[in-house]
């Protein structure tokens, strides 16, 4: 069974027609999907699942708390080192979710550092994400650090100074050596395929 990292943006609490068309097309296919417990994208994200009585839902948690898990689905308590404190305590969790993972959906408004973050661990990993770009409205397929660095000329260079004083946002590009990313086979995942939106909401 493919397994897919929904997250995103705290600032992205709705969903549009959209985005919940390429997730009717996820659940369609019976993936089991791994998600934060965060407000913002990952409570509405839980919120569409629930919605769709979808069952195969892990709810990944720093710490042995969830703040939302508004299905009631099986959760992970992710372990947080003694002493970790503020946006790393909750970044465990999605590093893991990224390595346990198969694919990426992620929201992004061009503005968290958290989101982008995610596509990076996804790509180090040699794995791929398809990242909502809210502020265009348009769904960018990431699967090379070169998909990457185009995604990142969207965004202001304002909001890309605050991002890379952050997380160090070039530092983690420029390690991304150039690797073959899983390949998306059209029957699969099709979520990712631009031109094929599968399921209605």
Request: proline share 4%.
């Amino acid at each position: 069974m493919k397994t897919v990292f929904l997250s995103g943006s705290r600032a992205i609490s709705r969903l549009n027609q959209e985005i919940r068309e390429r997730l009717a097309g996820i659940t369609s296919q019976s993936f089991q999907i791994l998600i934060g417990d965060a407000n913002g994208a990952d409570k509405a994200l839980q919120g569409f699942l629930k919605e769709k009585h979808y069952s195969k839902v892990t709810v990944y948690c720093s710490g042995g708390h969830c703040r939302n898990n508004v299905g009631s689905w099986e959760t992970y308590s992710v372990q947080v080192p003694a002493g970790v404190r503020g946006r790393d305590f909750y970044t465990q969790k999605d590093r893991l979710m990224a390595k346990n993972a198969d694919y990426g959906f992620v929201l992004w408004d061009g503005k968290s550092p958290g989101s982008i973050e995610n596509v990076i661990s996804l790509l180090k990993d040699g794995k791929s994400a398809l990242v909502y770009y809210s502020p265009d409205k348009e769904f960018v397929p990431v699967s090379s650090p070169s998909q990457l660095k185009r995604l990142l000329t969207r965004p202001s260079l304002e909001a890309l100074d605050a991002i890379e004083k952050k997380i160090k946002l070039g530092k983690l590009v420029d390690e991304l050596e150039p690797r073959k990313q899983k390949q998306m086979s059209f029957e699969l995942p099709q979520f990712l395929n631009g031109e094929n939106r599968i399921g209605s909401p």
